[in-house]
């Protein structure tokens, strides 16, 4: 059974770096997309980086050149690699497991808790 679980958020200064990290996908992890999505208060959430089961990547406008999704398949596991985090990228982040169809994005499964990112100004 898939439980994801999030991890490697925190309090930050703007212009600091956090990396996140979700394991538990389960088995044949490697044949499966993965995901990050962040909300903020107030706000919808949204798709901030995608990674395919061939490692291709693609992200949200505002974190392009900053943020890097990356996989180990080895260890079943997700990173999201934040650099020159800003006030506006304080949110819940969770990832995902998922599949896509044409170019959308499609998470499956039970979501995890999240980890809480803040960045201050």
């Known amino acids: 059974q898939v439980q994801l679980v999030e991890s490697g958020g925190g309090l930050v200064q703007a212009g600091g770096s956090l990396r996140l990290s979700c394991v538990g996908f389960?088995?044949?992890?490697?044949?499966?997309?993965a995901g990050w999505y962040r909300q903020a208060p107030g706000k919808e959430r949204e798709l901030v980086a995608t990674i395919t089961a061939g490692f291709s990547t693609n992200y949200l406008d505002s974190v392009k050149g900053r943020f890097t999704i990356s996989r180990d398949n080895a260890r079943s596991t997700v990173y999201l690699q934040m650099n020159r985090l800003e006030p506006e990228d304080t949110a819940v982040y969770y990832c995902?497991?998922?599949?896509?169809?044409?170019?959308?994005?499609?998470?499956?499964?039970?979501w995890g808790q999240g980890t809480q990112v803040t960045v201050s100004s």
């Open positions: 389960g088995d044949s992890f490697s044949i499966w997309a």
């Open positions: 995902t497991r998922g599949s896509f169809s044409g170019a959308t994005y499609h998470p499956t499964g039970r």
